[in-house]
């Protein structure tokens, strides 16, 4: 119940990163994509999912109980932030949470912790660099397009086929933030079928906040620079997916808005908005592990 719950949650404030830009500037309308996001994230859970949940159970690799507790905290986490309109990592959220329960067992995999955090610095330097050179490349031949209506159609087309990308690279990658604890008890494909389906259920109801925070507060996008955005982000997020360590779409998309941004010339429209989402990168493990610590005392008075 704790991981579906999650799931909803990821789902929900995810998919609004991946959709974002296209469906504030107009380009897809909002129950669009929120159906294609849902089917694509469940395809992505169910065959490129395993990697990473495997990864988070050998990082976890905690009792029933314990997993429990770390997907209570981390889902409340993602709901706070979630509230506020400002994207937040689940990834930073559950690895916070399992960090907590290692150290109140004295048991943490430092190995794949240090790997998962590098993928963190990482994953923002990514969506800017290929927000950046998918941008310089692809506006050369989309720029030779002279009939206005063949370019809208090139552009709705792309965009959804970018988007349905994100959503399976999102699936493929996330999966295991919310099944990944319990892959043990009930094996990988139970794991990838259940993180699926609740992050599709989710993604069926996507915040329109995060959306607005994304599209407009970062960087002015217009149409073409919105889907070379999603993709830039896209091919990020699946790239890790392919390696087995879960990441932020949300760090991978204010990476690629950011690239895509500065590669046509525009300048930051808001610098107060990056600043309040690097501090949230900071503030969700920390958010999430202080969360686990309280919740487990909590659970030794009432259990």
């Known amino acids: 119940m704790f991981a579906i719950f999650f799931g909803v949650l990821l789902g929900s404030n995810d998919s609004a990163n991946i ?22 994230v469940l395809l992505g859970a ?17 009792s029933l109980y314990f997993a429990a507790i770390a997907v209570f905290s981390a889902a409340i986490t993602m709901l706070v932030l979630s ?8 990834s930073q959220a559950i690895v916070g949470a399992i960090l907590a329960v290692g150290i109140l067992n004295n048991n943490v995999n430092w190995k794949i912790l240090i790997k998962l955090v590098i993928a963190w610095v ?4 990514g969506g800017i660099i290929f927000g950046f050179l998918l941008y310089r490349i692809l506006s050369v031949p989309f720029n030779k397009i002279r009939s206005l209506w063949v370019r809208e159609k090139v552009l709705v087309i792309s965009t959804l086929l970018v988007g349905a ?9 996330n999966v295991a933030n919310i ?19 609740s992050i599709a259920a989710g993604a069926l109801f996507s915040n329109k906040k995060v959306m607005y925070t994304v599209s407009k507060k970062i960087i002015e996008l217009d149409y073409f620079s919105s889907a070379i955005s999603i993709l830039g982000q896209s091919i990020t997020v699946w790239i890790y997916s392919v390696i087995g360590i879960p990441v932020s779409v949300s760090q ?10 500065l590669a046509r010339g525009s ?26 610590i309280i919740v487990y005392y909590f659970s030794k008075i009432f259990f």
């Open 19 to 40: 959709f974002g830009p296209s469906v504030e500037n107009g380009v897809l309308k909002y129950k669009t994509v929120t159906k294609v996001a849902a089917l694509c």
């Open 46 to 62: 169910l065959i490129g999912g395993e990697k990473g949940i495997r990864t988070i159970s050998n990082f976890s690799n905690m």
């Open 83 to 90: 509230k506020i309109g400002i994207p937040s990592s689940s």
């Open 122 to 125: 990482t994953t923002p330097v």
């Open 165 to 173: 990308y994100g959503s399976y690279a999102l699936g493929a990658n």
């Open 179 to 197: 099944t990944g604890v319990f892959a043990n008890q009930i094996g990988l494909k139970m794991a990838a079928l259940v993180g699926g389906l």
């Open 252 to 261: 991978a998309i204010v990476g690629a808005v950011i690239g895509t941004g």
């Open 267 to 292: 300048k930051l429209t808001n610098k107060k908005i990056i600043f309040q989402i690097i501090t949230t990168w900071i503030a969700t493990p920390l958010f999430s592990g202080l969360t686990t």
